[in-house]
């Protein structure tokens, strides 16, 4: 409990539930094969995110309020990309999209069914590839 209840941390009651992302982290280029095979029972997302940039921070943050799919629904895959570099550039040529940092890549049946960058990205907007 903090001091008169002005500062600090809130008590249990006021905190609320937050929201697991079912993030799958992207880090070799093996796993892009293994996205088409996933995308054939249900689409899949890439999201591409630069670490060090303040508009990618946002953006993923952004994301992550709007997310609103169960795990059973959409597979979800986070490339830090400064980290992952090779395949970054190896996404662009197997799902034929030009690198944008931050981007997200929706794949179903194997081939990218949309794509959107920066301020574009919105988690809500996912259910229409259910």
């Known amino acids: 409990m903090s001091l008169f209840g002005l500062f600090g941390s809130k008590s ?3 905190v609320k539930d937050e929201k697991v992302i079912p993030w799958n982290k992207l880090t070799s280029l093996s796993q892009l094969d293994e996205i088409v095979k996933e995308s054939k ?3 899949v997302a890439i999201f591409k995110h630069s670490t060090h940039c ?3 921070r946002m953006v993923i943050n952004q994301f992550e309020k709007s997310y609103d799919l ?3 629904q959409m597979k979800l895959y986070y490339l830090d990309l ?3 570099r090779n395949i970054s550039d190896e996404i ?3 799902f034929q999209v030009m690198h944008q940092s931050p981007q997200l890549i929706v794949v179903k049946n194997g081939v ?3 794509h959107a960058s920066h301020h574009s990205i919105q988690g809500g907007e996912l259910i229409k590839f259910v």
Request: aromatic share 10%.
């Open 92 to 94: 662009g040529f197997k």
């Open 54 to 56: 303040g508009i990618s």
């Open 70 to 72: 169960e795990p059973r």
């Open 82 to 84: 400064l980290s992952y």
């Open 112 to 114: 990218t069914v949309a």
């Open 12 to 14: 249990t009651s006021e």
């Open 41 to 43: 029972s249900k689409p």
